[in-house]
């Protein structure tokens, strides 16, 4: 069975802090990893990685995919309480039109 | 924001009725998708359309039904709701599979089976 696993479940720091998510998975035939923020309503798109070692960057949030260890980590560097958000891990099967959710990571920033 | 558009947002209704959520989108995307959001689940695929007339199912696909008749438009439809319905759903569409698009997500729709 296809299971991608997100740690910590919750996580609560403070207002300039950096904070390293975590995504690990098994899956048969990956082709990508995703991750999205959610916040009151629908997920967003933050990222997605199909290579190892490859860092994605976008401001102060970084993400990187290990396909040999089978997971992935989300860093946010100074935090900000607008990050505060449900993220989450997502994997991609290759031969099937799905994605397969972690339980994702509620982050709350206090100031 | 991709242009997808959820309705109703919210709905309540009893055991025994029939329901329909209608996902609208205006990206003439391909893929088309429902998903339902639970605490401790995370997001679960109830179906899926990869073109008009041309619908699959997901891993949590039984009590639901789905039709396509137009590119821009993917019903969801309880026959007959039951309180293990009670949930969030979200559609999401995507433009491709083979070119690695990701999936983007409307707003959702909080239904409540009493």
């Known amino acids: 069975e296809d299971k991608v696993v997100q740690s910590p479940l919750s996580l609560v720091v403070h207002e300039g802090d950096t904070v390293t998510l975590n995504c690990s998975y098994e899956?048969?035939?990956?082709?990508?990893l995703l991750w999205y923020k959610q916040e009151k309503k629908a997920p967003t798109f933050l990222f997605m990685l199909?290579?190892?070692?490859i860092e994605k960057k976008s401001g102060r949030l970084s993400s990187i995919l290990d396909k040999k260890e089978l997971f992935s980590i989300l860093n946010i560097t100074a935090t900000q309480t607008g990050d505060s958000a449900v993220y989450l891990c997502?994997?991609?099967?290759?031969?099937?039109?799905?994605?397969?959710f972690g339980q994702g990571t509620r982050l709350t920033i206090n100031p | 924001d991709a242009g997808i558009t959820q309705s109703p947002r919210h709905k309540v209704t009893e055991t025994g009725t029939p329901v329909t959520l209608r996902c609208h989108q205006t990206?003439?995307?391909?893929?088309m998708y429902w998903y339902r959001q639970d605490p401790g689940h995370g997001l679960r695929l109830i179906h899926y359309?990869?073109?008009?007339?041309?619908?699959d199912k997901g891993e949590v696909s039984d009590g639901y039904s789905v039709s396509r008749s137009k590119t821009e438009d993917f019903l969801l439809t309880l026959e007959s709701a039951t309180s293990s319905q009670t949930s969030v759903y979200f559609c999401?569409?995507?433009?491709?599979?083979?070119?690695?698009?990701?999936?983007?997500f409307g707003d959702g729709t909080r239904l409540s089976i009493l």
């Open positions: 999401a569409i995507s433009e491709s599979i083979g070119d690695l698009q990701p999936q983007h």
């Open positions: 899956v048969t035939n990956f082709r990508s």
């Open positions: 199909t290579s190892s070692g």
């Open positions: 997502a994997v991609s099967i290759q031969g099937a039109q799905k994605l397969v």
């Open positions: 990206e003439n995307h391909r893929y």
């Open positions: 359309s990869y073109g008009v007339k041309d619908t």
